[in-house]
């Protein structure tokens, strides 16, 4: 079936850094979307990508879609304490309306 | 933007009973919710999907029997977990399907069976 892995499952930035998760599709997506849960929160929907090789930026978050529609990532300028949480990517499966849920990475933040 | 509500947040039971958990999209329509289970730092774990006006979609592994999904109306869909185990202990999360097949999460429910 359809996987979606995220890496690192970790990352640990200093406060002022960027930095880059990544997340992989084993099939090619319609679209990816990216979500994030702070802790002891709920899942927040971020932005979906459609479109090959598309970037889009939210502030500090830069969101790009590969050009073969199987993976994306999310970059971060300038880490705040703000960032802390778990950003999930998802695809929707192959048929109907359904989304594959990567693992997520888990960002914490040292001031 | 969309708020989808959760009720209760938090619910202790005792082994045996069953547990009615209330998911309700505020301000939009949604024909589709979604029932997630989410353990302590992992990932969401699609239960079923549920629609309104019929049955609910189940994913593979899922009893049918144990969690009851009804999608009433537009605005509503509930998850029962009947004769709850500690084992069936967890974060149960709802989402709601938006314009663009996003989705949109409640605040979750916390479910400890003793």
């Known amino acids: 079936g359809q996987q979606v892995m995220q890496i690192p499952q970790y990352q640990h930035v200093q406060e002022g850094e960027d930095f880059t998760t990544y997340c992989n599709s084993s099939?090619?997506?319609?679209?990816i979307q990216w979500y994030k849960q702070r802790p002891g929160g709920h899942p927040v929907f971020l932005i979906q990508?459609?479109?090959?090789?598309e970037v889009k930026k939210q502030k500090r978050l830069t969101f790009q879609f590969g050009e073969a529609k199987k993976n994306s990532s999310l970059h971060i300028t300038a880490t705040q304490t703000t960032d802390v949480g778990t950003y999930f990517c998802?695809?929707?499966?192959?048929?109907?309306?359904?989304?594959?849920f990567g693992g997520g990475t888990r960002v914490l933040v040292k001031p | 933007g969309a708020v989808v509500s959760q009720h209760p947040s938090r619910v202790i039971c005792k082994s045996g009973t069953s547990v009615k958990i209330e998911c309700r999209s505020l301000d939009f329509q949604a024909t589709t919710m979604f029932w997630y289970r989410q353990f302590p730092k992992q990932s969401l774990m699609l239960m079923a999907t549920?629609?309104?006006?019929?049955?609910?979609?189940?994913e593979q592994g899922v009893e049918k029997d144990k969690f009851l999904i009804n999608h009433a109306s537009l605005t509503l869909s509930t998850l029962t977990v009947t004769s709850a185990h500690p084992e069936d202990s967890s974060f149960y999360i709802c989402?709601?399907?938006?314009?663009?097949?996003?989705?949109?999460f409640g605040p979750g429910t916390r479910l400890t069976v003793t």
């Open positions: 099939t090619t997506l319609s679209n």
């Open positions: 989402s709601a399907e938006g314009q663009i097949d996003e989705q949109y």
């Open positions: 990508l459609v479109k090959s090789g």
């Open positions: 549920s629609n309104e006006g019929s049955k609910a979609t189940y």
């Open positions: 998802a695809g929707p499966k192959a048929a109907g309306n359904k989304l594959t």
